[in-house]
């Protein structure tokens, strides 16, 4: 006998989301008491404690977190069968997660074409760092997301959907770079830590033993690309991305070709929703 039930599931995917029961009831049109009492009977026959008090709220043990992922995609597929036995077609959302070169210069023209043939998905997009994607994916906060190389993962599927040449950027009145010995003391501007392209340019400086002088920690590739223009330091950056900042005034210093090639993956875990494979197919295509 299953001990896992649709109902068990929702009632649990609320909580987790509203972050505590009290908004859970309200959403689902339930006594606070009963949806307390559902979720304990609930961990008792799993075994597992799936919340932890924080404050006023509740959030998700790391077994929760682990469930939630399964709910979210069950109770999606759910959905999908319901709707094809009725013969009618299903509304569903599918939170993805992107570097920001990427939802800038790559996703467009794939989302657009996603959108034409599953025009009943809400595609919902978050930016941020291949670090921070990844957590969020291992949160359940995102169910796919575009990273960049170099990254860790532990218990992700995922595939090469687009190749990206990256280049160093600096103010035009720079002498040519040609290693990073040209870089000592020098100024790295970037992404905070957790950005794949900036790991790649400090393991190249660190390669030759050279350190930046500093960081000058940004939040967009147009802030990045104004600064080094008005000399502030040197940057890694798409190719892409830079043929989409206009009058642009910066110098380009080519990179070794281990460092200037470089492959943004599409990674998920456990398996596809309906959503996600039909973008999955479409970046295959």
């Known amino acids: 006998m299953r001990i896992l039930t649709l109902e068990d599931l929702e009632i649990f995917q609320h909580v987790a989301r509203e972050g505590g029961v009290l908004r859970a009831a309200e959403v689902l049109n339930r006594v606070p008491s009963n949806i307390t009492t559902r979720i304990k009977r609930f961990e008792a026959r799993l075994g597992q404690r799936l919340f932890r008090r924080q404050g006023r709220g509740l959030v998700l043990t790391d077994t929760g977190r682990k469930l939630l992922a399964h709910a979210d995609r069950l109770l999606q597929q759910a959905d999908e069968v319901e709707a094809d036995m009725r013969g009618g077609r299903v509304s569903s959302r599918l939170c993805l997660g992107s570097l920001e070169s990427a939802a800038a210069a790559r996703l467009p023209p794939v989302l657009s074409a996603f959108h034409a043939r599953n025009p009943d998905v809400a ?3 978050k930016t941020g760092s291949t ?3 990844l957590e969020m994916l291992q949160h359940s906060e995102i169910e796919a997301a575009f990273v960049s190389e170099p990254f860790e993962t532990t218990n ?8 990206e040449q990256l280049v160093l950027i600096t103010g035009r009145d720079w002498q040519p770079v040609s290693g990073p010995g040209d870089l000592v003391d020098q100024t790295v501007v970037a992404f905070p830590h957790g950005c794949s392209y900036r790991r790649c340019l400090v393991e190249w400086l660190a390669s030759a033993g050279v350190s930046p ?4 920690d940004l939040g967009s590739y147009h802030a990045i690309i104004a600064c080094v223009a008005a000399g502030a330091g040197a940057a890694i950056v798409p190719e892409s991305v830079l043929a989409l900042a206009s009058g642009n005034d910066v110098q380009r210093h080519a990179l070794p070709e281990q460092l200037t090639n470089n492959r943004t993956h599409l990674v998920w875990q456990g398996g596809p929703s309906r959503s996600l494979q039909s973008l999955i197919e479409r970046l295959q295509a």
């Open 156 to 163: 992700l599927t995922g595939m090469p959907v687009f190749e």
């Open 131 to 133: 670090a921070a994607l």
């Open 123 to 125: 595609v919902e997009l």
């Open 213 to 216: 002088r500093r960081f000058m």
